[in-house]
C-alpha cells in the first residue's frame, strides 16, 4: 500500500513577547521570495502568514503545496529556501522546521517514522526523557515525546530543549511538530491544537541561494584543485585497497593490468589516529592523491546498527561540540598543515544513513549537530592555518531512514565550508533483503539531476561499486562506462574494491574489481575509452 508521511518539524522558543516588537513578514511568499499578493501562475510554490485566532502571540503559517496550515509564534523570520524538504521559522532561541514526507513510494513507512525514528533517543547519556505518550486526537494517533539534554560550550545559544509531536493518518499521512528550544517547552499541545489540513495547491521547489567557499588554499591546492575539479577536467579513477595508501603493491599490480594508473586513493580512519601522514606522503611521492576520509568515532564498534551494547560512540558528537577533541583536531590540522600537499578531506561521510553513529539519528533527530559538528572542526582547522585541505561533504544516495528531516540537505553545513560535494551509491545486488540489482544511471541520475540543481560546486564519486551476486558485474561494468559521459560534472571516481560481511562473516556485497579476469578485462576496456589524465 503506498504511503504519505508529512513532517512539521517546529522549534519554538517560549518568550513570545520577545518577539513583538520583530518586523511583520511579508502576508505571502511566492517561491521562497516575499511578495504582497497571491500567484496566479498554479505551478508556484506559495506560502502565506495570517492572523491565528485563538492563540495570542502567534501567527498562522499556510504552506499550500503540501496542505496544511499550524500557528507559530509572531515575530520568527522565515525562511523557505528549501521548501522542497522544509519551511523554516527562527529567530535567536527559536527554530521551526516544517516537513512533508510522501512514503507512497518509499522504502520507509509511518510506523518506522514514530518508533524506529525515536528508538535510540533513551540510549544517549545526554538525553533526558522527560514525557512519552500515545493518544488521539482530531483523527491522527499523536505520538508525543520530550526531552533535553545539557547544552553544548561551543554553541552560543543551544537549543537543547525538545518536543515531538507526530501526527499519524492511517493510512497514507503523517505530520510531526518538532519543537527545539532553548527554553524549556510548555506550548506545544497549543501548536498542535491550531494544526489543519488544507487544500493543496501549487508545488514546493528549492530556492537556496549559491555562495561562495571560503577555504584558504595555498598555491599547489589552487592548481590541483584546477586541475582535477576544473569545468574542463577530464574524468579520474581512484581506487580504495585495503593496504593503501601505505602500502602500494595491490594497487601497482592491478594497475598493470589495467594499463591504467589511479590518481586517487582513499583512506579511512577513526579518533584513534591523528592524520594518517605516512599514507599521504607514500601517495603523493608516488604521484597520487588521498581521499582521507575521517569518522569521528572509536573503531571498538563501527556500524551503530551492530554496536549491541556499546553505545559510547553515540555521544561522541556531543563530545567534541563540548571541546573535548580540540587538542586531537589541532594536532590533526597540524600534521596537515605540515605535509602541506593538497588533501581531500571527507569528514563524516554517509551521514544520512542509520548506520553512522553521527547521524541524527543518535542525536536527537536534530541535523543541526551535525552541520555545527563540520563547522566547529573547519573553524579549528583554519586556526591552525590549514591552506592545503578540500573539504568534501558526501552523504550518501539513499537517505535510511528515509524521512524528510533526514534528507542530505539538512546535513549540509553551508557553501563556505565545503569545497566538492560528494556523492555515494552502490549496486548492492541482491544478497541482503531489501536491496535489488541498480545500474549505474539508476543510481546516479537522480543525484545528479537533484544535487545539478541544489549546488554549483564539482562533484565526484567518493566511493561506489557493484556487487557480483544478483547480476552480470562484467556487463554492469561495460554499462556504467557507456553511461558515464552523461555526468561531466564528476571529475573523479573511487572504486571501492572490497566486501561487505554479513553478520555471520559471510561475503555478502562483493565489490572486489579484480574479484575475475572478467572484471578486470570491462574495467580495462572503459578505462581506454576516456581520455587519458594528465601525468602530475
Not at 486526537?137 to 530543549?161: A, C, M, Q, Y
Not at 573503531?299 to 563530545?319: M, P, W
Amino acid at each position: 500500500m503506498r504511503r504519505i508521511v508529512i513532517t512539521l518539524i517546529i522549534l519554538v522558543a517560549l518568550a513570545v513577547p520577545a518577539f513583538a516588537a520583530a518586523t511583520a513578514p511579508a502576508p505571502y511568499y511566492i517561491n521562497g521570495q516575499p511578495a504582497q499578493g497571491d500567484s496566479a501562475e498554479p505551478l508556484n510554490d506559495v506560502k502565506q502568514i495570517s492572523a491565528c485566532d485563538g492563540l495570542q502571540g502567534f501567527q498562522r503559517f499556510s504552506d499550500h503545496p503540501r496542505g496544511y496550515s499550524v500557528c507559530v509564534p509572531a515575530g520568527l523570520k522565515p525562511d523557505f529556501s528549501l521548501s522542497a524538504v522544509r519551511s523554516v521559522f527562527a529567530d535567536g532561541p527559536t527554530q521551526i522546521e516544517l516537513y512533508y514526507d510522501d512514503f507512497r513510494d518509499s522504502i520507509s513507512h509511518p510506523t518506522a517514522y514514530m518508533v524506529y525514528a525515536n528508538r535510540f533517543l533513551p540510549d544517549s547519556r545526554r538525553h533526558t526523557i522527560q514525557l512519552q505518550e500515545t493518544f488521539g486526537w482530531n483523527g491522527f494517533t499523536v505520538n508525543r515525546i520530550k526531552w533535553h539534554r545539557t547544552p553544548l560550550v561551543s554553541l552560543k545559544e543551544d537549543r537543547n530543549h525538545y518536543a515531538s509531536l507526530e501526527l499519524l493518518r492511517y493510512p497514507h499521512e503523517a505530520y510531526t511538530i518538532f519543537i527545539k528550544s532553548a527554553q524549556p517547552i510548555d506550548n506545544d499541545l497549543d501548536i498542535l491544537r491550531s494544526f489543519r489540513l488544507t487544500e493543496r495547491r501549487g508545488s514546493p521547489g528549492v530556492f537556496r541561494r549559491i555562495e561562495p567557499s571560503r577555504t584558504k588554499l595555498n598555491k599547489e591546492t589552487r592548481e590541483f584543485r584546477d586541475q582535477y575539479f576544473g569545468p574542463d577536467s577530464p574524468l579520474r579513477f581512484g581506487l580504495f585497497d585495503s593496504d593503501a595508501p601505505e602500502r602500494l603493491r595491490g594497487i601497482r599490480e592491478l594497475e598493470a593490468r589495467l594499463n591504467y594508473k589511479f590518481s586517487v586513493v582513499l583512506r579511512y580512519q577513526t579518533l584513534d589516529e591523528v592524520a594518517a601522514i605516512p599514507g599521504l606522503k607514500t601517495a603523493y611521492a608516488d604521484g597520487r592523491y588521498t581521499e582521507l576520509t575521517l569518522h569521528t568515532i572509536h573503531a571498538d564498534a563501527v556500524n551503530a546498527l551492530y554496536a549491541g551494547g556499546v553505545r559510547g560512540n553515540q555521544d561522541i558528537v556531543y563530545n567534541i561540540l563540548d571541546g573535548k577533541y580540540d587538542g586531537y583536531f589541532r594536532e590533526y590540522a597540524k600534521a596537515l598543515k605540515e605535509f602541506g600537499h593538497p588533501v581531500l578531506f571527507r569528514l563524516n561521510n554517509e551521514m544520512n544513513g542509520d548506520w553512522c553513529w553521527y547521524s541524527a539519528m543518535y542525536a536527537g533527530k536534530d541535523t543541526d549537530i551535525y552541520k555545527a559538528l563540520w563547522r566547529h572542526i573547519h573553524r579549528l582547522f583554519d586556526e591552525v592555518g590549514v591552506d592545503n585541505v578540500l573539504w568534501v561533504w558526501n552523504p550518501h544516495d539513499v537517505s535510511l531512514p528515509d524521512f524528510k528531516w533526514n534528507h542530505p540537505l539538512m546535513y549540509y553545513p553551508g557553501d563556505d565550508v565545503v569545497d566538492i560535494i560528494g556523492i555515494t551509491g552502490y549496486n548492492t545486488g541482491t544478497y541482503f533483503p531489501g536491496e535489488k540489482w541498480r545500474s549505474f544511471h539508476e543510481i546516479y541520475k537522480p543525484v545528479d539531476v537533484d544535487y545539478s540543481e541544489w549546488f554549483d560546486k564539482p562533484f565526484m564519486i567518493t566511493e561506489f561499486g557493484s556487487n557480483s551476486v544478483g547480476g552480470d558485474k562484467p556487463a554492469w561494468i561495460r554499462q556504467m562506462f557507456q553511461e558515464l559521459p552523461a555526468y561531466p560534472r564528476i571529475k573523479v571516481a573511487v572504486w571501492w574494491s572490497g566486501i561487505d560481511l554479513d553478520t555471520a562473516g559471510n561475503p555478502g556485497r562483493i565489490y572486489l574489481l579484480d574479484q575475475t579476469a572478467e572484471t578486470v578485462e570491462a574495467y580495462r576496456q572503459g578505462l581506454q575509452q576516456l581520455p587519458q589524465p594528465k601525468k602530475k
